[in-house]
């Protein structure tokens, strides 16, 4: 999956992965992955609403992020002045408790992204087509330190059924890809067909949102 992929779904506003609410798996599950105010590290985050949610609960929250529109969008929906400064060659937009890094996530090192107590992952690690994904995970695993808990959200669908994104992300691939460098619990697996239309119209047939707690060993 290119950056000009990415890029341009935001150009063109083909942003179906946008949740206009906080993610339900998050709000039930963060308080057992991290329960107290942290340094949340949200990879591929879009603009989404969960970071508000985030930093509602008293963490600091950064995120990295490819599209320009996507982090504009980020403040101006909510409210917020950014200051803008280059760290080449990403761009860090900061205001109050939010950081959003403009730039790749293959790039990112522990010097742009500093201390990192939790990870939140939902529509990320499925954004990204199966030969990137052990690129992903090696790179997250080099950015976060021992005992980083993470909450992971993944879609398992039958993939012959539909093209990603969001691509499949069954329990036994999230064990090939996570276990060598993460303790890996599968808190649950909610089966949202009903509700995800778009899915369905695609000929899904089986459909669930299953939610993991991840521990950096
Ligand atoms: N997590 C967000 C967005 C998920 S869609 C949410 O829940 O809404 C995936 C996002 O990752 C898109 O916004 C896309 O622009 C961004 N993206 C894809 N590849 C990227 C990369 N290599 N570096 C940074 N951002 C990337």
Redesign the pocket.
């Known amino acids: 999956?290119e950056?000009d992929?990415?890029?341009q779904?935001?150009i063109n506003n083909e942003?179906g992965?946008?949740?206009n609410r906080v993610?339900v798996h998050l709000e039930r599950n963060w308080a057992r992955v991290c329960d107290s105010p942290a340094r949340v590290f949200?990879?591929?985050?879009?603009?989404?609403g969960?970071m508000v949610w985030l930093a509602n609960q008293g963490s600091d929250v950064i995120g990295?992020?490819?599209?320009p529109i996507?982090v504009q969008a980020f403040f101006d929906e909510n409210g917020l002045k950014p200051t803008v400064t280059d760290e080449a060659p990403f761009k860090r937009w900061q205001a109050g408790k939010y950081s959003l890094l403009e730039?790749?996530?293959?790039?990112?090192s522990t010097r742009h992204l500093g201390q990192i107590n939790a990870v939140y992952?939902?529509?990320?690690l499925?954004?990204?087509p199966p030969a990137?994904r052990q690129n992903?995970v090696r790179h997250l695993a080099k950015l976060l330190p021992s005992e980083t808990a993470c909450l992971l959200?993944a879609f398992d669908y039958p993939q012959s059924e539909m093209d990603g994104?969001?691509f499949s992300v069954p329990p036994a691939t999230v064990a090939d890809l996570f276990s060598h460098e993460f303790n890996i619990k599968l808190l649950y697996q909610d089966d949202v067909l009903n509700e995800n239309g778009k899915f369905r119209e695609r000929g899904v047939t089986r459909l669930t949102e299953d939610a993991y707690h991840l521990v950096r060993k």
């Open positions: 999956m950056l992929f990415w890029n779904r935001w942003i992965f946008h949740q993610n949200v990879p591929l985050c879009g603009k989404t969960d990295v992020e490819i599209s996507a730039g790749d996530f293959f790039q990112l992952d939902r529509a990320s499925v954004a990204l990137m992903y959200v994104p969001p």
